[in-house]
Nanobody, 127 residues
């Protein structure tokens, strides 16, 4: 079982910034990776993802504010979150798709496409 280890998050005022980190136990340059968030009682929502070529995809609600990056040498995936809003408040999870061979994922921002998950980290944005 692959265990993704998250760090970062916390509390910030509206307009502030936070960075989330996700340590992956091995190279992931050919794997789809993503960040999701979830409020209690709601479905896990895809925020940002990398396809197998490393191209980013963002949910409309965060496009222009959130940025994915990675450190291949350290096997870390980052999510830089700028201009945070109260509606960004949620538990955030990183995720990895196990397979890097066909069939290709249908929707990179859907939780069903991913097999391994981080432990979650809380992000709270106050107005």
């Amino acid at each position: 079982q692959v265990q993704l280890v998250q760090s970062g998050g916390g509390s910030v005022q509206s307009g502030g910034s936070l960075r989330l980190s996700c340590e992956v136990p091995g190279p992931f340059s050919h794997h789809c990776m993503a960040w999701f968030r979830q409020d209690p009682g709601k479905e896990r929502e895809g925020v940002a993802a990398l396809d197998m070529a490393g191209n980013p995809v963002y949910a409309p609600s965060v496009r222009g504010r959130f940025t994915l990056s990675k450190d291949n040498a350290k096997n870390i995936l980052y999510l830089q979150m700028n201009n945070l809003k109260p509606e960004d408040t949620a538990m955030y999870y990183c995720a990895q798709r196990a397979s890097w061979s066909p069939p290709l994922p249908v929707n990179l921002l859907h939780f069903d496409e991913y097999d391994y998950w981080g432990q979650g980290t809380q992000v709270t944005v106050s107005s």
